[in-house]
């Protein structure tokens, strides 16, 4: 029977798949992570990848024009995510011409990792040599996605050329459990520019090497350098001694600038002794994101009830916020009934 194809609801899938997975792929991001969010954005981008299936071949024209018109992450997965299912070679070159930028590689990866491994794997170990760094980290990416072993090529991904290949071969190393590594890592920490020196750092940390310093301060400018990276605050904590980190805490708590990261930071202690403290921080329009991200780590259960206790209206949050926001705030969360919900936890 001919299959009748609709160009509307082709280009409503194309838009649905690569908004759904972008969505999917900032949820993911997320630190506490919200498992009802991403469960939710991968059945609706898997809905929407198989009106594309359906479509088959029809799919490209719109597919290929959204690429050119956005070159975003969403749009460059959905495509790529085809591509491989396909096996058409003529178009995965084409979506792959756009891995040299930052939204095509994460596209891509996302594809890679979505995708069954018997498609992309001849494709991966083809780049595992390829001469183009971006190919190459997208490789290392496959691996350290689905935690697998590069096997003998480790050892050379460790020395690329390229400070990115080398930073993600770090990423590998940990994650496909290669103790035989520890030297080659602790040598890129010690010789390495930033970027190579935290990854080979946090690699040490996760092969289980005893934390110290060396380990802890490229972790801790990192964490400074981008206050938004709650993994690798995670990672931070994890790795420090609880004095220590408390104390660092307790510093960064002085200055306006860091504060958010140390209230942010508390959540990850474990210490629920701490909440009528995150109540108060709550009520500072500065810190109550990062106080009410805190608590959510203490008290995971409060997702759940999540829209009852926070507000995206300045007025339900006091006179502070309506000064510091005006009409256009964030959802956050609503001191009083943070309060009360911990009162009946």
Known sequence: MEVRIVEDVIRAHAEGA???????????????????VINRRRTETEAHLDGLRIAGTAAWPILI???ETYEERGEIFAAAILAFEQSNERRLL??????????????????????????????????????????????????????????????????????KVRALACTAAAKAHRDDTVPRLRELLETSRAEVELAAATGLLELGHPPDDTLTTPLRRAVLAAPGNVPLLRKLVRAS??????????????????APIAVRGAGLLGDKTIVPWLVEQMREPALADAAGRAFLDLFPEAWEAWDDLTSLDPKDH???FVEAFGDEMEVLPIAVRIAEFFEKA
Not at 241 to 258: N, Y
């Open 94 to 163: 084409q979506v792959l011409s756009l891995a040299e930028t930052d939204e095509g590689r994460e596209g891509l990866r996302g594809a890679i990792a979505w995708a069954a491994p018997e498609l992309t794997a001849p494709y991966v170990r083809k780049w595992l040599d390829s001469p183009t760094p971006a190919l190459r980290w997208l490789a290392v990416a496959a691996f350290v996605d689905r935690s697998a072993d590069p096997g003998t090529r480790l050892e050379r991904l460790l020395s690329d050329p390229d400070d």
């Open 318 to 320: 006091g006179p502070a």
């Open 18 to 36: 690569a908004f759904c997975w972008a969505q999917f792929s900032l949820a993911l991001q997320t630190d506490p992570v919200d498992q009802v």
């Open 241 to 258: 001694p609880a004095k220590d980190i408390r104390a660092w805490f307790a510093m960064l708590l002085q200055d306006s600038e860091t």
């Open 65 to 67: 024009d959204q690429l």
